[in-house]
């Protein structure tokens, strides 16, 4: 009976997963994950965090928790630095034991230090030692650590190695398109091109051992440039979604945001559309390098997406509470007002967030744009078929992704319908 | 050049003088008032903690006062302190004030950039400017050791405010005094006389430590002075923060790498296995250590959103249980009033109380 490893499926999970899964897979351990965000996910994450925490930490409690019957293990990483000069967030840091001393009837837990700030071979060390902690040789250990990480380098990790720019910078997974499908009922259908690149996200079949790599089930994250551009036609509006990526790709915590700009005919890009040398070249922009990891990536993205592409606006998708965001927050409104024009959306979600809110003020963003680049509501709407509803008919997003996901079948825990507010 | 700085507590006299002495024009911070966090607060980013509201309306009032220069510390993270002068710059430019920045990073790391921005608002020969140094040192270690004794006294004293009286005039003394004799005679004399303060000896005050971050733990204007309220319940408070020993422990001796507060990081070890930042790994510690040496119990003083206190914060009720010690943490903003405060302190103060009296009957 091989290991079950139970992997939270929030925070670091949508950067690293390529590299954890494929490192407990070569140790021929089984990996479960706690599934998409619902509602029950969150509300078990409510009970036991503090309630000054931001909601991602609240939901990846949830997701914690909700791991408790279902593997041997909990992997809750502590996630230090992965390159030098930049540490994760200090609820990054102190995760595991914030975990440890609020859930209760946890099974253990096992959290593997990340330290990178001394050099890449660091990575290698704490693979390795995550591996005997497992039970698992030395040697063995060593080669699943190499193999991970050269997964992890193929799914866009290279930046990293080649060391542009002096700093080792970590490329996003999704550099070379992990898994850009996206849900059908967006109208867009799923994107070939980035199924058949993508990185195989989660193993098909979890029950199963001999389970292959290559489905792609559903997108973690999603590319906006890839897959709209392929519609082949040319969508009037584009919008810059800057957040990190556990709140805009968790598409419960960002009460579907990307859908429902997806549906109004938007072209959306994010900060994984941004690759880590366009980051790091934006270096200059600021007079002292922000020393959070994603919160530098979201930034100086931000800066390269309106220095250097046409979007037409920008909007910051933050959580409630978000420390490192209160600073990245007000950079983004003070440059995209004085520095470079461009119109910019403050966006707050929690686990509260209802989405006609966030729809309303999308619309309401985006009537704005219209009305500055002197494009009518019906030229945005553009094709037949289209109403003016279409912003609305993608805020059911959260309702949909408990009901109409399959992985929900995890947890076999009942959707409560009747989030939606009016 | 007019320089101006953040103001903290009893210390801000004492850093007018050391920029004086060096050679500048000084607009000494004002007392942080409501203004000042209203200020704060309308120009600050929401989710910013407490004191980066305070700073900020601070130093918009010392702008309008003149002062043309800011001089502040700095940092690496990952607490949100150490790019705070960036964020206030940016938001002060974009608010149309004028004036130059300098923040003081950590030694270790930035020894060349510390001296180029001192070089810039040192205008005096180097004696002079070791003899500032000095004296600022020595007077700031005074003030710490007043208010140490001051707050041993203070919950017992016979006469109400003897205490605090004698606390003020001493700091109003090292101010005025001009040299290393000077100030060493002014201090050893209130220092002595605070000590002599009447007290009652027959009572046993509860103890209470404070932990939590810096800045709202050394600051009495912000935390609603929490420290003489206790005091005036009858109860014994144990600041966990002086800015002396903070200095000499983060600065100096971590410039030279040596680990600062080593028994206090493995006093939290157990509870949190990492710097998380700011003071949330002192606060875990501390908060064991206060157990262990038999306080009644423990307040922590957080800035609502401070990400490191949150931290401390989810873990210490663990620690709370393990080590049965109570914790009342105090989440301070904008919207906190004195009235809440009290009233949770009081409910705090009797809790501690039952315990004892429950416990005193038991061992009876």
Redesign the interface.
């Given at each position: 009976m091989s290991l079950v490893i139970g992997i939270p499926r929030a925070l670091h999970y949508y950067t690293f997963i390529p590299l954890w899964e494929r490192f407990f897979y070569e140790l021929g351990m089984k990996v479960v994950e706690s599934g998409p965000t619902n509602k029950h996910i969150v509300d078990l994450g409510v009970k036991t965090?503090?309630t000054?925490?931001c909601a991602p930490i609240k939901i990846f409690q949830g997701h914690a928790e909700a791991l408790a019957r279902k593997a041997d293990v909990v992997f809750i990483p502590?996630v230090?630095s992965f390159e030098g000069g930049y540490?994760?967030?200090?609820?990054f840091?102190?995760l595991p034991?914030?975990v440890?001393?609020?859930v209760d009837n946890l099974p253990p837990v096992i959290d593997t230090?990340f330290d990178l700030r001394r050099g890449f071979a660091a990575l290698v060390r704490a693979l390795v030692r995550l591996g005997t902690e497992l039970g698992s040789g030395k040697a063995k250990a060593f080669a699943a650590a190499v193999r991970a990480i050269r997964h992890f380098r193929q799914s866009g990790w290279t930046a990293h190695l080649r060391r542009e720019h002096g700093v080792g910078a970590v490329g996003s997974i999704v550099e070379h398109g992990v898994a850009a499908s996206r849900s059908s009922e967006c109208g867009v259908g799923v994107s070939s091109r980035s199924v058949a690149q993508g990185v195989a996200i989660r193993r098909s079949d979890e029950h199963g051992v001999g389970a292959t790599w290559s489905s792609v089930e559903h997108g973690i994250i999603r590319r906006g440039v890839h897959g709209t551009e392929q519609d082949g036609e040319k969508l009037p509006v584009t919008i810059a979604v800057i957040g990190y990526p556990y709140i805009v790709h968790d598409p419960f915590l960002s009460c579907g945001m990307l859908d429902i700009l997806e549906k109004a005919r938007v072209r959306v890009v994010t900060m994984e559309d941004v690759s880590t040398r366009d980051i790091e070249a934006q270096r200059g922009a600021?007079?002292?390098q922000?020393?959070?990891h994603y919160s530098n990536r979201a930034l100086k993205a931000a800066y390269h997406l309106m220095k250097h592409t046409e979007i037409d606006g920008l909007v910051h998708a933050t959580a409630?509470?978000?420390?490192?965001?209160?600073?990245v927050?007000?950079?983004l409104e003070?440059d995209c007002?004085?520095e470079y024009g461009v119109p910019f959306l403050s966006l707050t979600v929690d686990e509260h967030s209802g989405q006609a809110g966030i729809a309303t003020r999308l619309e309401a963003f985006l009537d704005m744009i219209l009305r500055k680049k002197g494009l009518s509501a019906f030229q945005r709407l553009g094709g037949p078929g289209r109403t003016d509803s279409g912003l609305h008919a993608g805020a059911d997003s959260r309702l949909q992704n408990g009901a109409a996901n399959g992985l929900q079948d995890d947890l076999k825990v009942p959707v409560v319908q009747g989030r939606q507010v009016s | 050049m007019k320089i101006t700085f953040p103001y903290m507590g009893y210390y801000a006299p004492v850093f007018t003088n050391l920029f004086r002495k060096l050679g500048n024009e000084v607009v000494a911070p004002p007392r942080p008032s409501k203004r000042t966090l209203d200020l704060g607060t309308k120009h600050?980013?929401?989710?910013?903690?407490l004191p980066l509201k305070i700073l900020l309306g601070t130093y918009i009032e010392a702008l309008e006062m003149g002062a043309d220069t800011i001089v502040s510390t700095?940092g690496?993270?990952?607490?949100?302190a150490?790019?705070y002068t960036?964020?206030q710059e940016?938001?002060l430019r974009?608010l149309g004030y004028d004036f130059r920045m300098f923040?003081i990073e950590p030694i270790k790391g930035h020894l060349m950039d510390i001296v180029r921005t001192i070089r810039s608002f040192v205008n005096v020969p180097v004696t002079k400017l070791y003899d500032a140094l000095t004296t600022t040192w020595l007077k700031l270690a005074y003030i710490d050791q007043f208010e140490r004794v001051c707050h041993h006294r203070r919950p017992v004293e016979i006469n109400r405010g003897s205490s605090t009286r004698l606390l003020e005039e001493g700091v109003a003394a090292i101010d005025k005094a001009q040299n290393c004799k000077e100030i060493r005679e002014v201090g050893r004399a209130y220092v002595d006389m605070l000590g002599k303060v009447e007290i009652d000896e027959t009572k046993n005050p509860l103890k209470v430590g404070i932990i939590g971050e810096i800045y709202v733990v050394l600051e009495p204007a912000v935390n609603f002075e929490v420290i003489e309220n206790l005091n005036k319940m009858g109860v014994y408070a144990h600041r966990s923060i002086f800015l002396t020993d903070w200095t000499r422990e983060n600065a100096f001796l971590d410039a030279l790498r040596i680990q600062p507060e080593k028994q206090i990081r493995a006093q939290a070890r157990p509870?949190?296995?990492?710097?998380?930042?700011?003071h949330?790994e002192n606060s875990v510690g501390e908060t064991v250590r206060y157990a262990k040496s038999g306080y009644d119990g423990v307040i922590q003083l957080a800035p609502?959103?401070?990400?490191?206190e949150?931290?401390a914060?989810?873990?210490l009720?663990?620690v709370s249980r393990d080590l049965g010690i109570p914790v009342l943490t105090l989440?301070l903003d904008e919207q906190t009033g004195l009235e809440g405060v009290m009233t949770r302190l009081e409910a705090f103060v009797d809790l501690l109380m039952r315990r004892r009296l429950r416990a005193g009957e038991a061992s009876a």
């Open positions: 965090t503090v000054d925490a502590r230090v540490v994760f967030c200090p609820k840091l102190g034991d914030m440890k001393a609020t230090r600021l007079s002292k922000v020393f959070w409630f509470g978000c420390g490192p965001d209160a600073i927050d007000k950079f003070i007002k004085d | 600050a980013p929401e989710f910013a903690c700095g690496v993270g990952p607490c949100r150490g790019y960036r964020l940016k938001i974009s923040t509870y949190l296995n990492q710097p998380v930042g700011g949330g609502f959103t401070c990400i490191p949150i931290v914060k989810s873990i009720p663990k989440t």
